[in-house]
């Protein structure tokens, strides 16, 4: 079955440390995305791609940073510069643009 | 400000009790509205898209509704199997990457 893969579930970091996230695809769809959830708060954009080797920032971009070498991979790493990592990360695609989001089950991650 | 406010933010029901969730926005240039659940400790599940006011869609017993300055869930004779968080999102303006995201509304459904 088609669909996105984000590992770790749950992922744990030092403070002064950097840590990946992992998003992987089969959909073929050409846009990705990584959001950030906070409780009570609407989903808030990170950054996002829309073709292989080229990435927009959102509205939150500071500490984060991404690559997208390959199509179906846009890989999410929090550095030490984010102060306040704590959170519910979500990865979506989308196969055109104006249809609705294919998330996947998401990356909790805590600060130790 | 473009913006999104969903209401109530949580709301309780008995199974078969009917009722109804908001999603009111203030966005220049609707291109579509977008409901989503969402299971704890889950990514969102995509549920309709609205396209223009007037439209309505509806799958099993939820059904969508979109107005000028809204949107609306219906959920008819609810099931506790229906209880989750449901999320708006709204698409608007020249950027077709750019949603507006509520900060959704925890449905619960008792027996």
């Known amino acids: 079955d088609g669909g996105i893969t984000q590992s770790p579930k749950y992922l744990f970091r030092k403070e002064g440390q950097n840590v990946t996230l992992s998003c992987e695809q089969n959909l073929n769809h050409d846009a990705m995305y990584w959001y950030r959830q906070d409780p009570g708060q609407g989903l808030r954009l990170i950054y996002y791609s829309q073709i292989v080797n080229d990435f927009q920032k959102g509205d939150i971009a500071e500490g984060y940073s991404v690559s997208r070498e390959k199509k179906e991979s846009f890989p999410l790493t929090v550095t030490s510069a984010q102060k306040n990592p704590t959170a519910f990360y979500l990865c979506?695609?989308?196969?055109?643009?104006?249809?609705?989001?294919?998330f996947g089950s998401g990356t909790r991650l805590t600060v130790v | 400000e473009d913006q999104v406010t969903q209401s109530p933010e949580a709301l309780r029901l008995q199974e078969g009790e009917s009722s109804s969730l908001n999603c009111s926005y203030t966005?220049?240039?609707?291109?579509?509205l977008f409901w989503y659940r969402q299971d704890p400790g889950k990514g969102p599940e995509f549920l309709f898209t609205l396209y223009s006011a007037g439209e309505e869609k509806e799958k099993e017993r939820l059904k969508a509704t979109l107005t000028k300055k809204e949107s609306f869930l219906h959920i008819t004779a609810p099931k506790p199997e229906d209880s989750a968080t449901y999320l708006c999102?709204?698409?608007?303006?020249?950027?077709?990457?750019?949603?507006?995201f509520g900060s959704g509304t925890k449905l619960n459904v008792k027996p």
């Open positions: 999102a709204v698409q608007a303006g020249n950027n077709f990457n750019k949603f507006y």
């Open positions: 979506a695609s989308q196969s055109s643009p104006n249809y609705g989001y294919t």
């Open positions: 966005v220049s240039g609707l291109r579509g």
